[in-house]
């Protein structure tokens, strides 16, 4: 059996650097040579035994673009040496979740990175059908935030988020500043952030935001001045905290929505005012991964330039460094995205 290098969360906040099998192959499969993988906020709730510990030990990693090695027999979708992406939520294909693109749903699905070994090593397998060539002009680092930004464009067209809505977006780090050039980019406006961390408000200010809120004191009141004192059209809540879960349904106007996106713990609820949400006809979404059409539409949008990335691919560590890149990122705010490489 062939080996490569790859980085195995052994236990929380643990890597191990090691010689593994290569992955094998089925029929329907493709092996894919990995180039670059970001770190995803999924990623570090692993590393911190706050998700999935479980499972480990594990290979994490789902992020990433590269080069098709190999495929099965019965593969004519996709040709070895092509550069590709993947979508990485593996449901079985046929059933009523699958044929609606609601993968998350299907009761055999499983996530590359996150429900079987991922993209922190050489090599990485999965089923052909959802890997997807992309362009040769794209730089690697660009092609690795396609999952990312499929994750965002499923919430837009889960919130139906379009011209002329306001849009409150909870949190500024990596993928809240996604949010914000997605709401940029359907026609939201004004966008009002809203983070603790000063910097990353004016990161958000200039990729797109209308306003940047630091102080949570302050955020009610500069929604309403922004919104004609009606309340925001639409929350999005990046960040993964009940307490912000719950301002976000009193920031909303009558009529609004609350897009429900950041993971909280399995455990953790909102307590939602019923009558109010009869009444003044609110409504809640749920959207954490892209998956099918999100993909291809997050390829077609990196590839035509339309995110700002500077700021999601200067920082990079070799694989042989993953520990470091994981208990550097608490330090390093100014970078959104820290990429391995493998190539």
Not at 33 to 47: P, Q
Not at 177 to 195: E, S
Not at 233 to 252: K, T
Not at 296 to 317: N, P, V
Request: with cysteine; proline share 5%.
């Amino acid at each position: 059996m062939q080996k490569m290098q790859a980085a195995v969360l052994v236990a929380p906040r643990q890597f191990a650097l090691r010689e593994v099998d290569l992955p094998a192959i089925g029929p329907e499969d493709a092996l894919i040579r990995v180039a670059r993988t970001g770190i995803c906020g999924t990623d570090v709730h692993m590393f911190n035994g706050h998700y999935a510990a479980d499972r480990l030990p594990l290979i994490p990693g789902h992020e990433f673009c590269g080069t098709v090695a190999a495929v099965g027999a019965n593969v004519t979708s996709v040709a070895p040496g092509a550069r590709v992406v993947a979508d990485i939520n593996i449901g079985c294909g046929s059933c009523y979740w699958c044929r609606r693109n609601e993968v998350l749903n299907c009761p055999a699905m499983t996530q590359v990175g996150i429900g079987r070994d991922g993209a922190f090593a050489e090599y990485v397998a999965l089923p052909a059908r959802l890997v997807i060539e992309a362009p040769q002009d794209v730089p690697d680092a660009v092609l690795a935030l396609t999952e990312p930004v499929a994750c965002v464009v499923r919430a837009a067209r889960k919130a139906r988020a379009g011209f002329g809505q306001s849009v409150v977006v909870f949190g500024a780090g990596p993928v809240g500043n996604l949010h914000v050039q997605m709401m940029r980019l359907v026609g939201a406006a004004p966008i009002i952030v809203a983070d603790l961390s000063e910097d990353r408000c004016r990161m958000a200010l200039a990729t797109g935001a209308d306003a940047a809120i630091s102080d949570p004191a302050a955020l009610k009141a500069q929604v309403l001045a922004m919104t004609g004192g009606r309340g925001a059209d639409l929350v999005i809540e990046s960040v993964g905290n009940a307490h912000l879960y719950a301002q976000a349904f009193e920031l909303i106007r009558k009529g609004g929505h609350v897009a429900f996106f950041g993971l909280t713990g399995p455990g953790e609820a909102v307590p939602v005012n019923i009558l109010r949400t009869v009444l003044e006809e609110t409504s809640l979404k749920g959207s954490v991964a892209g998956m099918g059409e999100d993909m291809q539409d997050a390829l077609t949008l990196l590839a035509h330039g339309r995110f700002q990335t500077g700021a999601f691919t200067g920082a990079s560590f070799p694989l042989g460094r993953i520990q470091e890149a994981f208990e550097s990122l608490s330090s390093r705010p100014a970078d959104l995205k820290t990429q391995i490489l493998l190539v």
